[in-house]
């Protein structure tokens, strides 16, 4: 496990300031334990052996007690930015899946396989860097070195042992680890095999209670879940090993210290005040390394997820176009134009076009041609979804890649052949969760051809969508998507196969909506349906072009 290559040390490397802020946080939590120590030790001393009155003592006692909340009230300052931290890596992990699952093609059928455990429990496990692991490797950099060194001050022997024994519980967890690894990557693989096997046995069940099979499918979710609960017990089970070992190790250690310093303070080799400020450090000093036995633990459950996303995040795949600067708001331009275009996918070495051309104006193009020629491709390079290999796409004066695509300004509307659905309101699914007045995305949907059925809906607006929520057609995802592009109300379309594998009727229906919506636009359709190439101000041939 290298922790240096890990994501806690990726996410913390762009936030100078709130790493400065951790350490400096952990640093005087760390001072003011030693710190108050010191004052318990002096206070002991004074009202024990030298016989000091309440008056005298009072001041060394406010202090103590100054010192002792300190530490407790840093904490949640501490844990509120490890918060935001975690948050932010999650999100960009979450990000990165979806772009992922977005723009791959050969791995994507496997993406898809594993984005629910991958997006959430694996993406979830990330946190533990943060809530376990982090505030342990900020005590071991700063708590141990500080307690460390007033200890060999006060008292040079202690130091010398304390220094020797230090190294112990890092190789304790190393050879530990080795063990654990395959525990921990065997334990995340049943919960994939187990969530992945749910979810297609809950997508299934209509199926299977027609055929009678739900008994027996119920039988070997049984069996899943006790592999499942065996694994976890044994992946708990080398946690508590480790944890206990390093308890034994560091409990030994300030055992033969008390012992050490017993003897040295009976025979007159040593202040009580130093005596007793030295043991009251020691357990300080090694209260890191007794923490590290169980954040070891939730270090490598994080690890082990970090991996299983790293395999999949690192796989090569299409160039996504994530980071823009932003477009300027007065912009509104309606001419695209590809300059040059060539392209090949990354696990392949064949072009499906190079030095390619095209300008579109206001008006309706349509682009038609065999399947498999490259035309969806062509679609969401000028979509901006994935970035040519050569050339680049400009909308007006502008590259396209100089525009953002989350900005409201961005020009460019994109419907693909399935419109995704999200697990969500029928509104987010128009608004793709921007803040939108209702009455819009009413007036959206119902100029999509899709009024009556809204009014059919119990919950309107309201009613959920996606995976456990309302099903819908072909033809109505299409028309959903075509109801998004309303709302976005860009000047420039574009429209992948928009009436492919309709019915004669709800191809009609959404040629209606579909003329509706490149009205006083730029829109480009892929299509091969003869009735939208006659609505079309010109028709571009793929083979006669490419």
């Known amino acids: 496990m290298n922790v240096t290559n890990s994501f806690l040390l990726r996410s913390l490397k762009p936030h100078k300031g709130e790493r400065i802020r951790l350490l400096l946080i952990e640093t005087t939590r760390a001072v003011a334990t030693i710190a108050a120590a010191g004052a318990g030790a002096y206070a002991m001393d004074g009202v024990f052996l030298a016989h000091k009155g309440r008056m005298e003592t009072a001041p060394v006692l406010l202090v103590l007690f100054l010192l002792m909340i300190l530490p407790p009230l840093l904490t949640p300052v501490r844990e509120r930015i490890s918060q935001r931290l975690s ?18 093609k050969a791995e994507a059928a496997e993406v898809r396989r594993r984005i629910l455990p991958l997006a959430r429990e ?25 307690a460390l060194i007033a200890a060999a001050i006060a008292d040079p022997v202690t ?39 749910f979810g297609e046995l809950l997508r299934t069940l209509p199926a299977l209670k027609i055929f009678r099979q739900a008994e027996a499918q119920r039988k070997t979710v049984e069996v899943l879940s006790e592999t499942f609960s065996a694994s976890a017990l044994r ?32 025979y007159g080799q040593m202040d009580f005040r130093v005596a007793f400020f030295v043991l009251l450090v020691t357990p300080e000093f090694y209260q890191p390394l007794r923490q590290a036995g169980t954040a070891f633990h939730s270090a490598m459950t994080a690890w082990t997820a970090e991996s299983n996303l790293r395999a999949v995040l690192s796989k090569e795949r299409m160039p996504y176009a994530i980071e823009y600067p932003n477009l300027p708001p007065d912009m509104q331009p309606a001419l695209l134009e590809a300059h040059g275009l060539s392209f090949h996918y990354p696990n392949s070495r064949t072009y499906l076009f190079r030095d390619f051309n095209l300008k579109l104006e206001p008006g309706v193009t349509i682009v038609k041609g065999p399947s498999g020629c490259g035309k969806s491709t062509l679609i969401r390079l000028l979509a901006g979804l994935l970035q040519p290999c050569e050339g680049q796409v400009t909308v007006g004066t502008s590259p396209l890649s100089a525009l953002s695509m989350e900005a409201v300004s961005f020009p460019i509307s ?32 119902r100029h999509a051809a899709l009024g009556k059925w809204l009014d059919s809906l119990p919950h309107g607006l309201a009613a959920r969508l996606g995976e456990g929520g309302q099903t819908l057609s072909q033809g109505q995802r299409k028309r959903l998507g075509i109801a998004r592009a309303l709302l976005q109300n860009r000047p420039i379309v574009l429209l992948d196969e928009p009436t492919a594998g309709l019915d004669a009727v709800t191809q009609e229906t959404v040629r209606d909506t579909l003329f509706a919506l490149c009205t006083g636009r730029t829109a480009l359709v892929v299509s091969h349906d003869e009735a939208i190439c006659a609505m079309a101000n010109r028709v571009i041939d793929w083979e006669v072009i490419a």
């Open 414 to 445: 994109y419907v693909p052949q399935e419109p995704h659905l999200f697990a969500g309101t029928l509104a987010e699914n128009v608004t793709l969760f921007h803040a939108t007045d209702e009455a819009d995305v009413e007036i959206a949907i």
């Open 122 to 146: 694996e993406t979830d496990a990330l946190d533990l860097w943060f809530s376990r692991v982090l505030p342990v490797l900020l005590a071991i950099v700063t708590k141990m070195p500080i």
């Open 87 to 104: 948050t932010a890596l999650r999100t960009e992990t979450r990000a990165q899946l979806h772009a992922q699952m977005l723009t791959g």
């Open 159 to 197: 130091g010398l042992f304390m220094f020797v024994t230090m190294p112990i519980a890092p190789f304790l967890l190393y050879l530990i680890g080795r063990v654990t690894r395959v525990a921990s990557e065997a334990q995340w693989k049943r919960m994939e095999s187990l969530a992945a096997r």
């Open 235 to 266: 992946v708990l089970q080398l946690s508590f090993i480790s944890a206990f070992a390093l308890e034994l190790i560091t409990t030994l250690a300030i055992a033969i210290i008390a012992v050490s310093i017993g003897f040295r303070l009976l």
